[in-house]
């Protein structure tokens, strides 16, 4: 993934998530993320009983945006993405749960219910490098 792209993820914590519920109404919620740049991930933490998460248990094909807000058009950014959610495997929820402690600390004292967020596709708008400039990334290549 371009390094513009990872930088802009790993400055931020906050990503609205965009599901589709079972009867295909749409849905979103915002949730703090811990960007996971080994494996262009998401990582997060939402109770089982939260309606996202009945959504994307159900189908786990989500998007996903991340914005700076500005009243400067100069200096806008932004990121939209689409991808799957899954549960972490026992062998990555260690790593999963550290990196995402390493960014929220307090959370540790909360129960963490982990999934990521495995990006297939992003598109990073940064008007600092010419208004409406785009960087595309597809896990496809």
């Known amino acids: 993934m371009d390094e513009r792209i990872e930088r802009f993820l790993t400055g931020h914590h ?9 009867d295909g109404s749409p849905y979103c919620c ?6 996971d740049a080994d494996n262009c991930a998401l990582i997060f933490s939402s109770d089982t009983k939260t309606a996202h998460t009945g959504h994307f248990t159900a ?3 989500v998007a996903a945006s991340v914005v700076l807000e ?3 058009i100069g200096t806008l950014r932004g ?3 689409t991808g799957r959610i899954v549960r972490p495997e026992a062998d990555e929820l260690d790593k999963a749960r550290r990196r995402y402690l390493k960014r929220f600390p307090y959370a ?7 999934w990521i967020m495995r990006i297939d596709f992003v598109k990073h708008t940064d008007n600092r490098l010419g208004f409406g400039v785009k960087l595309k990334w597809s896990r496809e290549g």
């Open 14 to 22: 906050v990503a609205t998530l965009a599901t589709v519920a079972p």
């Open 30 to 35: 915002n949730i703090f993320y811990a960007y």
């Open 59 to 61: 189908d786990d094909r």
């Open 108 to 114: 540790a004292v909360m129960p963490l219910e982990l």
């Open 79 to 81: 990121a939209q993405m």
């Open 70 to 72: 500005s009243k400067a």
